[in-house]
């Protein structure tokens, strides 16, 4: 995941550039950011702004990729409440902005309790990561979705997990670190401020993050997978890790991983339509935006 290849080119004629919806303090752009990606950041709530009231049907084409983790609360393992509904409501908004400017991939970021989200028009890759498989030293792990329109899906060179952990830097977690403490962890610069916002709005938008080197590593993935997806095999669980020879599934966790599929589907609510690739739909900027997803299921599979 060394060389990156800027071969990219949107109709605009620029390269690399990523609209980060859901930005908050934006930990996911940034990691994109420092692997050469040029972010735009979308609308967010922190600043007043709402999601709901934009479209990118103007900018039709001009972003390479979407990235976003939209709120993860309703599917949070650690939520006391039942889930309110903003959190499909979001993943329905990632799904229209997606299918509005229509990018050749998107990432989305979420707790691994999130759907399945599915996309017409892209292939999707889904993988958990750990902040201490980057030298993170927290416990946390965040769950990805990769669509592309190429299928190319991406090789992750991923670290070992450590043991001897913190507890992870969560927004509902964090006051008994320091803000600089609760940064690092989270793998900004111990100096990162937010200016304008107070104590518990800053330690909210830091613990929401995707831990930055985390990001980095995905952005690098993303804009390597061409040159080196060509001859390396993938685990059959979608982790990204490569195998040789006879192998199919990387790891252990992988193998159980791939038990639990075969024995119940996966297990997973799902929204969009299911996948296999297919050619990109036809989207007329008059539209209104609400029309141009896939209607939710009503039916969810859950087992
Ligand atoms: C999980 S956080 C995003 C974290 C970010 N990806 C990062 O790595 O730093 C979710 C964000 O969604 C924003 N949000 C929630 N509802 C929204 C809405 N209706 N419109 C815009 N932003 C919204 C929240 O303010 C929050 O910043
Ligand atoms: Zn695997």
Not at 45 to 63: M, P
Not at 123 to 149: I, M, P, W, Y
Request: glycine content about 10%.
């Amino acid at each position: 995941m060394t060389s990156h290849a800027w071969s990219s080119h949107n109709s605009a004629g620029m390269k690399n550039l990523v609209l980060s919806l859901f930005p908050g303090a934006d930990l996911l752009g940034r990691g994109f950011d420092s692997a050469g990606f040029v972010v735009v950041r979308g609308p967010d709530t922190l600043l007043g702004q709402d999601v709901r009231a934009w479209s990118v049907t103007q900018v039709c084409h001009a972003f390479e990729g979407i990235i976003g983790g939209p709120p993860c609360q309703d599917f949070s393992r650690a939520r006391r409440r039942p889930p309110t509904g903003h959190g499909r409501a979001m993943l329905e908004e990632f799904r229209r902005l997606v299918t509005e400017a229509d990018p050749d991939w998107w990432l989305l970021e979420n707790v691994p309790g999130v759907p399945d989200v599915h996309i017409p028009g892209y292939v999707t890759q889904r993988f958990n990561l750990f902040a201490s498989e980057f030298g993170l030293r927290q416990k946390r792990n965040r769950s990805f979705q990769f669509g592309s329109r190429d299928g190319c899906k991406l090789v992750l060179l991923r670290g070992t997990q450590s043991q001897s952990l913190k507890p992870a830097a969560l927004a509902s977690t964090s006051g008994h670190r320091t803000f600089a403490d609760f940064c690092e962890l989270q793998g900004l610069p111990r100096s990162f401020t937010l200016q304008g916002l107070s104590r518990r709005a800053k330690y909210r938008a830091v613990g929401n993050g995707v831990p930055v080197p985390m990001s980095a590593a995905i952005a690098k993935a993303i804009a390597a997978r061409s040159h080196i997806t060509a001859d390396i095999r993938l685990c059959a669980c979608d982790c990204g890790r490569p195998v040789t020879g006879r192998q199919v599934s990387a790891t252990a966790a992988c193998r159980k991983r791939l038990e639990r599929r075969r024995s119940h589907g996966g297990g997973r609510v799902t929204i969009g339509e299911s996948r296999t690739a297919r050619p990109a739909p036809t989207i007329s900027p008059a539209r209104p935006p609400q029309l141009l997803g896939t209607p939710h299921r009503t039916a969810q599979t859950i087992v």
